[in-house]
């Protein structure tokens, strides 16, 4: 896995979860536009608040935080 | 094709003068722009994709999963790339690596992924990199016990202390993991009512710490102090130390030693 040269900045956050069909709902937290009941989960299945959102890595649309062990995770993964 | 290229499709028509620059080589989404692309920098091209069409935003959308998907790029938030690269630069390796292979099966799940986090960051702050982040998230996921770790990782009691409490629990004979997963929790839970007491400090400098922190956690209403030692010569430090306060009414003591005598902890108890 390699990071890539496309990163988004925190304002554009939210057009950038609009892109791949997401919205926020009430507690702030991301979940599918379409079924705004569904919570968006992380792979270790955990819900994601916006504010604790990394970005998107390879899987079948992996969503993943930006805390210290999640990006662990990542790292380790890189080439 | 390049990233570049991919965009040039999408944005051509309108933005062609703009993305005939050869020097990109970044690409970040974000607002703040008065064009749907603008070049920032001399080499970074940023996108505010709220302004596009419904059309180039799908065109953008396959770009992103050719990207992650068929390329296996992580794609994340310019604050988390920075980050991950700076956690990759500082993952154990050599004795940092060697240190968490021998704490993989002795350590329960959750302490070891906080000493692999509090590691790292010990090596990022050895790089001279900014660490306070990375210390809040181990707070924040571990809210018990993860700060104390960080310190006593900084401090080298892991490199030392632990493996020696591990080497003198395993000589009992009644062995059991779980007392030396419970000793270590109990010891990095108290740290700030510990004193270690350690060869390397002289008896009136360990004596004079106790008083202090006595002193100092009678006022603040903690209302213990533990004294924890490693090795026949401490337990002895230990129990003299512990006399001083033999006769002291307002003071109860817990002491557990192990059978062979090798390994302390003493709670008083005020």
Known sequence: ?79 | MTILENLKKVFEGKFGDILSHNNITLFNFSRNTNETVEVKGGNKLVIDISKATEEEKKLVKNILDSRVQSENEAFLMDHSSEKTLKIKRSLPFGESEELLKFYKDKLKPEMYKALEASIIVKNVFERGEDISEMKRDISDKYPTFGNNLCNLVTRGYFNEHFKELYQSMLEDEEFDINAYQRKVEKIIKSLPYTVFITRYKSYDELSGEVRFKLDRLKKYGTGKLLLHGLGRENVNTTMTILEEYRENNHINMQIEINPKKTIITATLIF
């Open chain 1, 1 to 79: 896995m390699k990071l890539s040269q496309i990163t988004f900045s925190e304002l554009a956050s939210k057009d950038i979860l609009e892109l791949y069909g997401k919205s926020i709902d009430d507690e702030g937290f991301i979940v599918e536009k379409d079924n705004p009941s569904q919570r968006v989960l992380t792979p270790n299945g955990e819900e994601i608040p916006l504010k604790e959102w990394g970005g998107i890595r390879k899987g079948s649309e992996a969503f993943i935080k930006k805390d210290t062990f999640s990006l662990i995770e990542l790292a380790k993964k890189l080439e």
